[in-house]
């Protein structure tokens, strides 16, 4: 079984960066389709970004050129950077990722950004 860990959330100003990082208990080589998530209270989660084990990336509109995301195949870690952030950007964030044709989630890290 695998376990995704996220961590690196926490409060910060508009047009600050942080920096989640999502830690899984096995390689990376072994998790397809790696993303980002996000959900605010009474929405639905919606997803922010994916990386394939390629390296080719995609994002929501309203992140690009501000949000990279990027494997850390070393430390076996999903990294999402975030930049220029803005209040609409508060949610909890979750890293989610396919092993052995299963969905597997984090518990999510709290982003705040204050106006």
């Known amino acids: 079984q695998v376990q995704l860990v996220e961590s690196g959330g926490g409060l910060v100003q508009a047009g600050g960066s942080l920096r989640l990082s999502c830690q899984a208990s096995v390689s990376l080589a072994a998790i397809r389709g790696m993303g980002w998530y996000r959900q605010t209270p009474g929405k639905q989660r919606e997803w922010v970004a994916t990386?394939?084990?390629?390296?080719?990336?995609n994002y929501i509109d309203s992140v690009k050129g501000r949000f990279t995301i990027y494997r850390d195949n070393d430390k076996d870690s999903l990294i999402l950077q975030m930049n220029s952030l803005e209040p609409e950007d508060t949610a909890v964030y979750y890293c989610k990722g396919t092993f052995r044709s299963r969905d597997v989630w984090g518990q999510g890290t709290q982003v705040t950004v204050s106006s």
């Open positions: 990386v394939v084990s390629g390296g080719a990336t």
